[in-house]
């Protein structure tokens, strides 16, 4: 744990910051250094590699580019555009894109070119790319490993001056571990390394030890807490068969607000969104955009997403973890845990979307009547979670179910999407890390599918095995239900008709 840095503002940093750096901080309208910016840059300046150990907002990402500049322009007298002499690696695509966008102001004013390499983007777009050169290279560990190891572009890799890897606890979880080896031994030893993550699991070591050479380390941290001390953490005890009412109840409550998300699958993004977006049209959730995102959605139309939400000023986000690690949103005032996640250390990351940069953030998560231990399993980890009790409103709550199940009645894909919620959620559910606390063998489905205000419980084979009637089952049957498009509706009654001239 190193000393808090007293310095007021970045023209007294020593060694002093070039007017190229200055001149890009005031373009972006920082003032002051974070805590965490203190202590790195000069560290960082001082030749030394550095490992450093910060709470999610903390303001990391200046922490690295500011020296990385620093360094290349103190190191080369000339710049050659297809030299690259700065890689920053980071675990997904969407984090990549929102440092290269940072990385391409200070290019500007350090007259240096910018590529970016992940998945997502075709080879041969690629290429054109980098024939307007890359001093430095954004990206995530699998392309870049693969443009190194491949040769690919003409890139000169040899005159690399520092190397980055962000979110490297994040990096590790993902499998990238043998990519970020094979990528550090295609490059020179002679280099500056910074190795930023939220936590520091022993798997990081190694990569210590290969990268790095007689290392700073630094935490950053408030009163030995792994949240900001900015953020109001809380829990609230939601008893399964009411908790999409109760979802709904927060966000209509939530007014001026920016909010996140987050739950446990893909197939309960799109169904929760689908209503959400619903009631929001017929009045229940005034003046608010409503945005959803997860991994399975094409990375073109995840990056509209995100563009849309950053530039909204009261709208709400539904999500996977796909969005729990890296990314800054501006004045992101709530954030939801509808599911508890799979592995608890993503709790840190999903609630380091909001109270960032010392602003003043909101958190809440919903866990069940009988998974309150995850509060005890996190106040070990030094994460400190009070409880709220939202009081019921048992008439609201009726509401909200009958109206969401006539949603489902009168839109066949809303229904489909209902029911693959369900099956996608109960599969999550056995899957989590912690099964002492979620344990599948504990879960009502009756209570799950009541929740979900569904019209049927689908019959997966848990359900068949232990002979569950559903209570709330409605006598509807799938094929009654309609599509809401006319153009869907009108192309299944066809089929229906075909298939009833020939007596199937």
Not at 8 to 35: A, M, V, W, Y
Not at 129 to 144: D, L, Q, Y
Not at 298 to 312: A, C, M, P, W
């Amino acid at each position: 744990m190193l000393k808090r840095v007293m310095i007021s503002d970045f023209e007294h940093f020593q060694p002093s910051l070039r007017k190229e750096t200055l001149d890009t901080i005031k373009e972006f309208g920082f003032n002051t250094p974070t805590e965490v910016q203190k202590v790195v840059i000069p560290a960082f300046l001082d030749r030394k590699d550095v490992i450093v150990q910060s709470q999610t907002g903390s303001g990391k990402t200046l922490s690295f580019l500011i020296p990385l500049f620093e360094i290349i322009k103190r190191e080369r007298e000339s710049i050659e555009k297809k030299e690259v002499y700065g890689i920053i690696i980071s675990p997904t695509r969407e984090l990549a894109h929102q440092i290269y966008d940072i990385a391409k102001i200070f290019c500007k004013h350090f007259n240096m070119t910018i590529g970016l390499l992940t998945g997502g983007i075709d080879m041969s777009t690629l290429e054109e790319e980098m024939k307007k050169g890359a001093n430095i290279v954004v990206g995530t560990a699998g392309r870049i490993e693969e443009v190194i190891v491949n040769k690919l572009f003409e890139l000169e890799w040899n005159n690399v001056e520092v190397l980055i890897l962000d979110e490297g606890d994040r990096m590790i979880e993902m499998g990238f571990s043998q990519s970020m080896t094979r990528i550090i031994c295609h490059l020179p030893k002679q280099r500056r390394t910074g190795l930023f993550s939220a936590t520091m699991p022993k798997e990081l070591n190694k990569f210590v030890i290969a990268g790095c050479r007689n290392p700073y380390k630094i935490q950053i941290s408030n009163d030995n807490t792994l949240t900001p001390i900015s953020l109001a953490n809380e829990y609230c005890i939601v008893p399964y068969e009411i908790k999409m009412q109760t979802l709904i109840r927060v966000l209509k409550e939530s007014k001026d607000k920016k909010i996140v998300v987050f739950v446990l699958t893909c197939d309960q993004v799109d169904y929760i969104y689908n209503i959400i977006k619903i009631l929001h049209q017929e009045g229940y959730l005034k003046e608010k955009e409503i945005y959803s995102i997860h991994g399975k959605v094409k990375q073109i139309n995840r990056d509209k997403v995100i563009k849309k939400f950053e530039e909204s000023c009261e709208a709400i986000l539904i999500c996977t973890d796909v969005l729990a690690r890296g990314m800054d949103f501006d004045n992101i005032n709530y954030i939801i845990q509808y599911d508890p996640p799979q592995d608890p250390k993503t709790y840190i990351h999903r609630v380091g979307r909001t109270a960032r940069m010392g602003s003043i953030g909101h958190s809440l998560i919903f866990l069940g009547t009988l998974e309150k231990s995850f509060i005890l399993l996190m106040e070990k980890k030094n994460v400190k979670i009070i409880e709220r009790t939202i009081e019921r409103n048992e008439e609201e709550e009726k509401e909200y179910f009958n109206k969401i199940r006539e949603i489902c009645c009168k839109n066949r894909t809303v229904f489909k999407k209902s029911q693959n919620a369900f099956v996608s959620f109960c599969k999550g559910y056995g899957e989590h890390q912690c099964k002492y606390i979620f344990a599948i063998k504990k879960l009502v489905y009756n209570e799950v599918a009541k929740g979900m205000c569904l019209v049927k419980m689908p019959k997966i084979q848990e359900v068949k095995r232990m002979g569950i009637k559903y209570e709330e089952e409605m006598s509807i049957e799938e094929n009654e239900i309609p599509f809401a498009d006319e153009r869907l509706e009108q192309q299944r009654q066809e089929r229906g008709k075909k298939r009833k001239e020939k007596g199937v």
